[in-house]
Nanobody, 128 residues
């Protein structure tokens, strides 16, 4: 069983920054792409960013491109989401998730069905 634990969420003013972390429980973390999603109550889960197992391929939602950066440290079994220039519309619960395919050539993509393990989420609130 794989456990993913997010941390780093909180309350920040618009224009501020946060860095989210997602720690994986297993050493096989390095063989899988990872993704970040977010969800607001009453809305569907929304893709934010994804990274391949090697870190060489990334993908971002248009709404966060140029402001957010996804990265990973395979030695620490951790994936990060650096969020800069935050806006009130970035307010959501943020989830990390693991690709369901080992060593996919590129990042896993935007479809949440591609991901098989999910963290419990961390709340990000951006005040105006």
């Amino acid at each position: 069983q794989v456990q993913l634990v997010e941390s780093g969420g909180g309350l920040v003013q618009a224009g501020g920054s946060l860095r989210l972390s997602c720690a994986a429980s297993r050493r096989t973390f390095s063989n899988y792409g990872m993704g970040w999603f977010r969800q607001v109550p009453g809305k569907e889960r929304e893709f934010v960013a994804a990274i391949s197992w090697s870190g060489g391929s990334t993908l971002y939602a248009d709404s966060v491109k140029g402001r957010f950066t996804i990265s990973r440290d395979n030695a620490k079994n951790t994936v990060y989401l650096q969020m800069n220039s935050l806006k009130p519309e970035d307010t959501a619960v943020y989830y990390c998730a693991r690709d369901n395919l080992v060593r996919r050539t590129v990042q896993p993509g935007t479809n949440p069905r591609i991901y098989d393990y999910w963290g419990q989420g961390t709340q990000v609130t951006v005040s105006s």
